[in-house]
Structure formats: C-alpha cells, structure tokens
C-alpha cells in the first residue's frame, strides 16, 4: 500500500547551515507525484515542488534543492545557507492513481527550527 | 488577487452544536478539498469533490457533511455526531483531480469546542 515516511520529526540547526529533510515513499504505481509543500507558523501551506516518477533529475530553486532517487523511494528535500524564515513544518507527499485513487498521501511532516 | 479563503478564521463551538466552515475559490478549479490537521500531526482528508454536484468520503468522513452546490464553494458542516471536533481545518482546491495537480491551500480555520 502506499505510504510515505518523514522519519524526522523535528530538526533544529543554527542558522546558515545546511539541512536535509527525508522522504521515503513507498507505491505499486510506476507512475506517480511526488510533491514537497512548506506549513509556516500561520498555517496555510504552500506549495514548492512537483516531480513526476519519470523525472529523476535534481531540482534546484535558489537555496533549495530536491534529490529524488527511485533506486530508494527517496525525494529528500535540502536548504542550503538556512534562515529563520525557513523554519515551518515541511510536507512531503504521494498521488498515486491506484495506490491513492488520485488523492494526496501525507507524511507527519518535519518541523525544522532555526535558530539565529 | 485569485486565491482560496476560509471564514471565519477562529471558530468556538458548543457542545451539540453543528456549525459549518466556509471555503470560497476563484482560481476557476474543479477539485476541491477538506483536511483535518491536529497539532503536531499531518493532514487527514475528510471529503473531497472533483465536480460540482458530487464529492465523495476521505479518510475521517464520520461526523462531517458537505455540498457542492457551485464551483467555487466547497462548505463543510461539522455535525454534533463528530466527537473530537477541535482541530485545524484547511481546504484546498485543484485545477483538477489527476495525480498531477497541486493543491493550493486557504488559510485554514481553526475550531474550538468549548
């Protein structure tokens, strides 16, 4: 069945470092989406990144960058040169047309605090 | 500025009471959504619709009801048979309801039951 794993459930680093948030996802589907979506403290989650099963190729947004590898069901998400503002719950998240009949599969999420 | 809103922001409840959440989109979108979020935990999809008329049971369906009467309104109503009503409460839409869309999420309401 489908599911997906955010073993971190919280991470503090000083801020400017670097950090990693994990995701580990698990599917029948070979077609599927994975997507990273950001909660800040207000609530309201944004969304950051789609990438489709067939597109193993790193992501790169400024100081983001997504690493996807199907060899281990991973889509694990870095911030490089931290900020405060980063700090929120980060989502990560499945669609599988079978495994989810089209709906989203959630992680617990990772709250990631940065301190100044 | 399109977008989702979700009123009101802050919501207190009795007990026995039935009280009903708003959620408006103007982003033209056919796929709309209900979580539930408790602290500390991730999102539990309570309903979902894909069209306007028909909408169907998520994960934690007992206790809620919801309409679809128009494209840009997705009401949920949480009734008195839901026994832990507090909670944060996100709606969310989507262009449509293929494994490829994002969802775009209002600002959430959070309910209290006093």
């Known amino acids: 069945a489908q599911k997906v794993t955010q073993a971190q459930t919280e991470i503090s680093v000083v801020e400017k470092e670097d950090v990693t948030l994990d995701c580990v996802y698990e599917?029948?589907?070979?077609?599927?989406?994975l997507f990273w979506y950001k909660q800040p403290p207000s609530g309201e989650l944004v969304f950051l990144i789609r990438?489709?099963?067939?597109d193993e190729q790193n992501e790169i947004s400024g100081r983001y960058s997504w690493n996807f590898q199907k060899s281990t069901s991973s889509f694990n998400f870095t911030i490089t040169a931290s900020q405060v503002v980063d700090s929120a719950v980060y989502f990560c998240?499945?669609?599988?047309?079978?495994?989810?009949?089209?709906?989203?599969?959630w992680g617990a999420g990772t709250k990631l605090i940065i301190k100044p | 500025d399109g977008g989702i809103t979700q009123s009101p922001k802050y919501l207190f409840r009795k007990e026995g009471q039935n009280v009903t959440l708003s959620c408006e989109q103007n982003?033209?979108?056919?796929?709309m959504y209900w979580y539930r979020q408790d602290p500390g935990q991730g999102l539990r999809l309570i309903y979902y619709?894909?069209?306007?008329?028909?909408?169907q049971k998520g994960d934690i369906a007992e206790g809620y009801s919801v309409s679809r009467e128009k494209k840009e309104s997705f009401p949920l109503t949480v009734t008195s048979a839901q026994k832990n009503p507090t909670a944060f409460y996100l709606c969310?839409?989507?262009?449509?309801?293929?494994?490829?869309?994002?969802?775009?999420f209002g600002p959430g309401t959070r309910l209290t039951v006093l």
């Open positions: 969310a839409s989507s262009m449509g309801g293929g494994i490829y869309n994002e969802q775009f």
């Open positions: 982003l033209n979108h056919d796929a």
């Open positions: 619709s894909q069209i306007v008329n028909d909408f």
């Open positions: 599917t029948r589907d070979t077609t599927y989406y």
């Open positions: 990438r489709n099963s067939f």
């Open positions: 998240a499945l669609s599988a047309p079978l495994d989810s009949n089209y709906q989203l599969i």
